[in-house]
């Protein structure tokens, strides 16, 4: 199936550097493909290029198929048929609901049940005649998100469209906007900075880092198969051993990783979250007995417990085991209240799959 979306080759400069440098990438019908990074990325930038507010230096856009805009072609932004939600979704203050809802509609029957329709599906229902002012934001963004689908966009651009609600209600609307999204069919690319926002939204996750993708996968793999360090911390707090590879291998407190690729001598990191980090107790010295997936169990003191809401922060100095990894600070997460004292012997283990290995930079 053709995608809905297209860019290939973006490229733009802006203050003598190239802020978007060299992006591609393609949504489907029905999919959502979150551009995620750090401010400053040039995820807007890109986006502001998609709906046509801007303009790149090099690099192709194609909605639908057509070239919207290339190194000779720009068609205007009101001319490309994509629905837009940006952070202030200001909506028109003298306008009703149904009326900012219908704005970009020809006025007539088909308008009238196009709106409904939108009301209905935004859980709206008896909300036309009010004016914004007397909405909650939630409201309000479900408006919003109600007028920029009016039109039936192919392709729906969001801007952080959700970091103007509160938490709670955050998690609500994106559920519900992504209902939505997904009834319609539209494809979305989405900008956030929020890691939690992108796996909660994404078939797709793009992750930036100075203008470029450095990776591009679903929630699942992007987490699970990060493609560095950097790659891993962006979506969770890590745990980081460094070690130096012989044959292939690398020692750590937790025993020998494999390192295949790397040449002898290559200093490396060995990468895992808090949450792959397994506790058991200290049995008369001893611990758990080493296994295939959870490797060799190593010994370690509590320094500090932390009970941070959801689940406890336990950070562990890791004992001296051969000469390996003395003194490195390992956190582990549990969840539940999980407060033991500082200088509590543990042991502690990792899953062998939840580790990556990676060059030091
Ligand atoms: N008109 C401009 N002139 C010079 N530099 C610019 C201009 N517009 C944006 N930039 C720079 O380009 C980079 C990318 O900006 P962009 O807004 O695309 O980033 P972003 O990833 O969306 O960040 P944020 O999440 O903070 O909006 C930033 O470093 C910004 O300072």
Redesign the pocket.
Known sequence: MQPRLQIDGLVRF??GRS??DDISLSVAAGQVTCLL??????????LRIIAGVDRQDSGVVRLNGQIVADDTRHLAPETRGVGLMFQDFALFPHLDVAENIAFGLKRGKAADARVAELLERVDLRGYGRKHPHELSGGEQQRVALARALAPRPKVMLMD?PFSGLDNRLRDEIRDATLTVLRDEGTAVLL?T?EPDEAMRMASEIAL?RDGRIVQRAAPYNIYNAPVDRKAAAFFSDINCLEGVVRGALTETPFGQFLAPGYEDGTAVDIVFRPQHVRIDFDRGGRGPAPTAEEGTPARGTVERARFIGKESLVEFRMENVDGRGAGALVTATVPAVFLPKPGTVMWLSIRRERCFVFPQK
């Open positions: 802006l203050g802020v978007v990074g750090p401010s400053g990325c040039g995820k807007s930038t890109t952080e900008v900075h930036m």
